[in-house]
C-alpha cells in the first residue's frame, strides 16, 4: 500500500521571503491517487473526527470517481468555510487523528483532499445556491468570524433576514485579522464570504454592539433573535516590568500588520525579536515578524517543545523557517535601552512542580538561572480574553469572572432569552478553532431556528 500523497511547499528559504502561501493545491492526479488510498470504511471514523459534521468518506468516494461538483455540494452544505479549513484546520487532530489508514500506513490526506475540491470551484466559478423561501423574521449577528458568518449563511438558507454586525472594517474575524497569508490568503476568505452575501445576507461592518447599539436596541429595531460571536480581541499582559516599553507589542498587534489591517502600520519589527508564547499565536507571531524583516526570532515559553499547546504542524514549520526555541523559560521584566524602548528581555528557568500541569502558577524558578537575552522587540502571546467593550455589553447576561458567556450547553442560548453565543467566546468552549467555530454558529442557527418556532422557548 502506497504512503500518503503531499502537495508542493515552498521551501523554507523561499517562504521567509514574503507572505506567500507555503502550501499548493494537489494536482487532479495527486488528488485521485490519495482518494484512492480510502479504505471507504463502512463506520467512517474520520466522519466523527469533524465539528462542521462534513460527511468525509462521501467526499472522497466522489474524487476518487471524478465527481468533482458531488464532493463540492457535500463540503458546501456541512461547512461553508470548507476552503478555509481545508487550509488550517488541525486535522492530525480531528478526522485523521480517526483516519483508519493510518493501521496500514498514513492516515489519507483529508485537509488536502478538502483544499482540492474548494479551489477547483474557485477556479471555475461557485454554483449557485438557493434559500428557502423568504421567513417574517429578522435575525441579528454580532461578528462576522467564522462562528458569526456561519450562523448567517445557515439561517439566511432557512429563509431569515439576517444582518451581520461588525466591530472592525473587515469582514472574517480571526481569518482576516490574524491567521497569518502564508497559511490562509485573505482572498480564499473572501470568496467564501462572497457565497453568503450572495444569500442576501446584509453586513454593516464598522458597527460594533456598544453603548450606542445595545442588545435591547436590536430587538427594538424588529431583530426577534440575536447571536453573539465577538470572539477574544483582548490580548493578556504578562504584568511584568517594562511592558509598556516602545517594542513591545501584542501578537495581535504584529499579526494585524503582517496582514496589512488598517491602523497597523505603526507596528514596525527590528532584526532581533523574541516572542513570548507557547501557543499557535505565539509561532504564528515568530514566523511572521521573520517575513516582516526580523533575522531573528525567538520563542520563549514555559513549556517544553512536547508541552507547547501549539499545532504540531505550525512548531514544524517554524522550526525549519529559523526560529528559536528557549522553552522552560519565565520572562521575569523587559529591559530598556536607556530611554523609552525595548532592549531585551530577563528571564529564569523553569520547572514544574506536579508533573503534566503546564500552568504559571505551578512554574517553580530554577536557582541561579538567570539569563538576559538583548532584542529590538517583544511580542507578547500569551492568550487573548473578552474586549471589555464586550463585556460592559454583556451587562445583562451571566459571564464568568473573566467575562466569558456562559450558555445552556443544548441551545446556546444565554441567560437573556432570544440572545444566543458561540465561538471563542464562550466559557469552555470544545475547542477555539475555526471548524469548532463553524460548528456553534450552525448549532446557534438551529436553536434559533427551533426558537423562533417557539419548539425550545
Ligand atoms: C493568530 C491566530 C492563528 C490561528 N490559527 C488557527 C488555525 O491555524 N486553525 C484554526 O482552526 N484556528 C486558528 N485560530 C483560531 C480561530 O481563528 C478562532 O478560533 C476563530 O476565528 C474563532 O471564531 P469566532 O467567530 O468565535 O471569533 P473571531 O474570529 O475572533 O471573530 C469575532 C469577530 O467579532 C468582532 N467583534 C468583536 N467585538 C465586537 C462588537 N462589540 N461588535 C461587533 N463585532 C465585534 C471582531 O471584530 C471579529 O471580527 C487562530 C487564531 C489566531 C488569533
Ligand atoms: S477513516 Fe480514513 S480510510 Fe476510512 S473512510 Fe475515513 S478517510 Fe477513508
Partial sequence: MSGRTTA??????????????IERTLTPVQATIEASRCLMCEDAPCNKGCPAGIDIRSFIRKIRFNNIWGGIRILREANIFSGVCGRVCPTDALCEEQCRSQVLTEPINIGALQRFL???????????????????????????????????????????????????????GAMTAAIPSFKLPNSVVEAEIDLISELGVEFKPDTPLNDDLTIDDLFERGYEAVFIAVGLGKPFPLEIEGENLQGVYSAMELLAAAKGLHGSQSTKVGKNVIVIGGGSVAVNAATSALRLGAERATLVCLEAPDEMPAFSEDVELAWREGVEFLTRVRPVRFLHNGKDGVAGVE??????????????????????????????????????????????????????VRGYLLVDEDTLMTSRPGVFAGGDVLHNPISRTVVQAVAYGKHAAHSIHDYLNGTNQ
Fill in 118 to 172: 474548494t479551489d477547483f470551484e474557485a477556479d471555475l466559478g461557485a454554483r449557485k445556491r438557493v434559500a428557502a423561501e423568504k421567513l417574517p423574521h429578522k435575525v441579528a449577528i454580532v461578528g462576522s468570524g467564522p462562528a458569526g458568518l456561519a450562523a448567517a449563511n445557515e439561517l439566511a438558507l432557512l429563509g431569515y433576514a439576517v444582518t451581520v454586525f461588525e466591530a472592525s472594517s473587515r469582514l472574517g
Fill in 347 to 400: 528571564g529564569v528557568r523553569i520547572d514544574w512542580k506536579e508533573p503534566g500541569e503546564f500552568v504559571p502558577e505551578n512554574a517553580v524558578d530554577v536557582e541561579g538561572s538567570m539569563l538576559t537575552l538583548p532584542c529590538d522587540n517583544v511580542i507578547v502571546a500569551i492568550g487573548q480574553g473578552p474586549d471589555d467593550n464586550a463585556i460592559m455589553q454583556f451587562q445583562s447576561l451571566k459571564t464568568n
Fill in 8 to 21: 508542493a511547499r515552498l521551501s523554507p528559504e523561499e517562504r521567509v521571503k514574503g507572505f506567500e502561501e
